[in-house]
């Protein structure tokens, strides 16, 4: 994975409450048994006709919206629980998901494949939906050393939180496995202390 620190960029609007993770990334789509190309199948019912043409309404196909960062409604990623919504989402490029609310089990597949789940309050979300209507080119700062989202256009900054494993992982662009893999040498000292 990518270490995480700091982010400044444009962001992509999607004001719709209640996204669940089949309209993130369709059931049909849940075949493959690796993460490349699911980005390109994120939002797919809603981003494409049947006969595989752009929807020219959707967020993702109106280059007006664009940027590493999706501003959503409350209570995204709910539904099952197949990773392979974060997948896309990562896929896609999006680096960090901003809403009132997420689903748990959507949060730690997020977290667990390199995107940063942003919870903040309904007032800063709507400020930051109106903003990026009025300025497309609106952009937010997020600061994970210092826990913090600021909304450029206003100055205004919230914290958020996140468990502090995962924020060490994201950090050291760590997943778990390289996580565990970078102590190594502690977990050698420890067995050394032992008699079996």
């Known amino acids: 994975m990518e270490k995480f620190i700091k982010l400044t960029s444009t962001v992509v609007p999607l004001p719709i409450?209640?996204?669940?993770?089949?309209?993130?990334?369709p059931a049909?789509?849940?075949?493959?048994?690796?993460?490349?190309?699911?980005?390109?199948?994120?939002?797919?019912?809603?981003?494409?006709?049947?006969?595989?043409?752009?929807?020219?309404?959707?967020?993702?196909?109106?280059?007006?919206?664009?940027?590493?960062?999706l501003v959503a409604g409350k209570n995204f990623?709910?539904?099952?629980?197949?990773?392979?919504?974060?997948?896309?989402?990562?896929?896609?490029?999006?680096?960090v998901v901003v809403s009132s609310f997420f689903a748990d089990i959507f949060q730690n597949n997020a977290l667990n494949n390199g995107v940063l789940p942003v919870v903040v309050s309904t007032e800063f979300l709507a400020e930051i939906f109106s903003n990026v209507n009025e300025n497309p080119e609106s952009t937010l700062t997020i600061?994970?050393?210092?826990?913090?989202?600021?909304?450029?256009?206003?100055g205004r900054k919230e914290p958020f939180t996140i468990n502090a494993?995962?924020?060490e992982c994201l950090l050291n662009g760590l997943d778990d496995i390289d996580y565990l893999l970078s102590k190594k040498?502690?977990?050698?000292?420890?067995?050394?202390t032992k008699t079996f």
């Open 28 to 69: 049909r789509f849940l075949k493959a048994t690796d993460k490349n190309g699911f980005g390109d199948n994120l939002f797919a019912d809603w981003r494409y006709n049947k006969d595989g043409s752009p929807k020219a309404d959707f967020v993702l196909n109106n280059s007006t919206f664009k940027g590493s960062i």
């Open 17 to 25: 409450e209640n996204v669940d993770t089949d309209q993130i990334i």
């Open 143 to 154: 600061d994970l050393v210092n826990q913090t989202i600021t909304n450029n256009s206003t």
């Open 165 to 167: 494993y995962k924020k």
């Open 77 to 95: 990623g709910s539904g099952s629980s197949r990773e392979h919504a974060a997948w896309a989402i990562d896929g896609y490029g999006f680096k």
């Open 185 to 192: 040498d502690l977990t050698k000292a420890y067995e050394q």
